[in-house]
C-alpha cells in the first residue's frame, strides 16, 4: 500500500460524518430515537413499541445512544427501579433531519422497492 493510500485511509476512518453517522444509521437507533420524541419513555415501552428488537440489542443500542449524547438514562428509586430514556438537547436537535430521512423513506418506498425487483430481475437472469 503505498503512503498516499495509507494517508486516505486514516483520515476516512477519522471522518466526522463517517463516525456520526455509524451510530445513527444502524437499525436500530432510527427507530428508538422515533420512539423518544415525546418525552421519556420507560425500556419495556420501548420494547413493546419495536417488537423485533431483541432485549440485548435494545440495551446495548441505547448505551451507545447515550454514549453519544444522545440519549439520558434516569433510574428511579422504586422496588423494581424504574429506567427512564429520553433524548438530551442533541437528541433532540436530530429530529429534524431524522424526520426528513424518515419522511423521503416513506414517500419513495416503492420506487426503492421496484428498482431493487427490477435489479433482482435483471441479475437472475444474468446468472
Known amino acids: 500500500m503505498s503512503q498516499a493510500n495509507r494517508q ?10 463517517r463516525d456520526v453517522l455509524d451510530r445513527i444509521g444502524d437499525k436500530w437507533s432510527v427507530l428508538l430515537l422515533s420512539e ?8 419495556g415501552v420501548l420494547r413493546r413499541r419495536v417488537p423485533d428488537i431483541s432485549q440485548r ?6 448505551r451507545h445512544l447515550q454514549r453519544d449524547g444522545l440519549v439520558s438514562r434516569t433510574v428511579h428509586p ?14 433532540l436537535s436530530l429530529l429534524e433531519p431524522l424526520e426528513a430521512l424518515v419522511g423521503w423513506s416513506s414517500a419513495h418506498h416503492a420506487k426503492v422497492k421496484a428498482a431493487r425487483a427490477q435489479f433482482d430481475a435483471v441479475g437472475q437472469s444474468q446468472a
Not at 36 to 43: C, H, I, L
Not at 57 to 62: I, N, P, Y
Request: with cysteine; proline share 11%.
Open 57 to 62: 440489542m435494545l440495551t446495548e443500542t441505547l
Open 8 to 17: 486516505d485511509s486514516v483520515l476516512n476512518s477519522r471522518c466526522p460524518v
Open 36 to 43: 423518544m420524541r415525546q418525552g421519556p419513555v420507560r425500556f
Open 78 to 91: 422504586s422496588v423494581p427501579p424504574a429506567v427512564e430514556y429520553q433524548l438530551t438537547s442533541l437528541g
